[in-house]
């Protein structure tokens, strides 16, 4: 009897795949683009007419119709506004003053918001829901009170008054907790467990964990700070001491103004925090996106 082997059956190789088509865009991404598109548009125009309003002259700013691009461009503005106010003193007071108040409102914000987020006492969420009520409260109802308590205390025509108005903000308070409650709680836990106090669990735990959120609030304050009007034209009377902002008001007279002046001054004004945001997008998206407010 004779034993016949057959051979083995080839292996069929697996089927190549077949490329699939790309997927064209859809009409509500596409529309969502195009809206991003006219957005941007309609937020850069007023940024583009103030630097061409720059470089004109005080007869050219408000021509009809408008001329984006000046007959001829008047780089001498940007050197002549050195030598009508005191530039330099003005940037100088804005940037003290952003710089402080930035740091301060960092520190009690994120201090607070440890003591809402992570720290377990009776009506702790009663009390925040009050404290943060008094966003919704307008500052025109209670700028009377704060100018004669600030008066009282011989505290007016000095930075000092405005710091200790805005030292603490029920703003930054909610982001950063709104950005703690992401962190996880058994992080705290363990870290008392191990005898580490509260104020070590804040400064050696939960900061090293929140510098989006830090770097969000400090963003967002150093901006409202620096664009300050308000403030700075109601206590500060001393020329002194006036930020840029308020500076730039030496260009508005009784009967006119010089606009071309008053551009010049703004886009210069605008400089520092345009780096500012760039140096700082990635961490002000990311903090924002992570707290709940996105």
């Not at 630097?51 to 940007?78: G, Q």
């Not at 301060?104 to 201090?111: A, C, E, N, P, Y």
């Not at 925090?273 to 700082?280: K, Q, W, Y």
Request: net charge positive; hydrophobic share 50%; aromatic share 14%.
């Amino acid at each position: 009897m004779t034993l016949t082997i057959s051979p083995p059956a080839p292996v069929e190789a697996p089927p190549a795949e077949v490329p699939r088509p790309r997927r064209r865009p859809s009409v509500r991404r596409a529309f969502a683009y195009l809206l991003l598109v006219v957005l941007s548009v309609a937020v850069l125009v007023p940024f583009a007419w103030m630097v061409s309003s720059s470089l004109k002259l005080d007869a050219e700013v408000f021509s009809v119709p408008i001329r984006w691009i000046p007959a001829e461009f008047h780089w001498d503005n940007f050197t002549r506004i050195w030598e009508r106010i005191p530039l330099v003193t003005y940037l100088r007071n804005s940037v003290f003053l952003s710089l402080v108040i930035t740091a301060l409102q960092v520190l009690t914000g994120s201090f607070a918001a440890y003591g809402f987020a992570k720290v377990r006492f009776p009506g702790r969420d009663a009390l925040f829901l009050a404290y943060l009520a008094t966003i919704a409260v307008p500052w025109q109802a209670y700028m009377v009170p704060q100018y004669i308590i600030m008066q009282k205390a011989g505290l007016v025509n000095t930075h000092l008054s405005l710091i200790l108005l805005q030292a603490f903000g029920a703003f930054g308070v909610f982001l950063m907790r709104q950005y703690y409650l992401t962190i996880p709680d058994e992080l705290s836990e363990a870290a008392r467990l191990d005898g580490l106090s509260e104020y070590g669990i804040w400064a050696r735990i939960i900061l090293p964990l929140s510098k989006p959120a830090l770097a969000s609030l400090a963003l967002l304050t150093f901006v409202n700070t620096w664009n300050d009007y308000m403030g700075p034209f109601i206590y500060l009377t001393d020329n002194k001491l006036w930020t840029i902002q308020l500076g730039l008001r030496s260009f508005v007279g009784l009967y006119d103004a010089e606009y071309a002046m008053i551009m010049t001054g703004s886009v210069l004004s605008v400089l520092p925090i345009l780096v500012i945001f760039l140096l700082g997008q990635k961490y002000f998206v990311q903090g924002i996106a992570t707290s709940g407010m996105k």
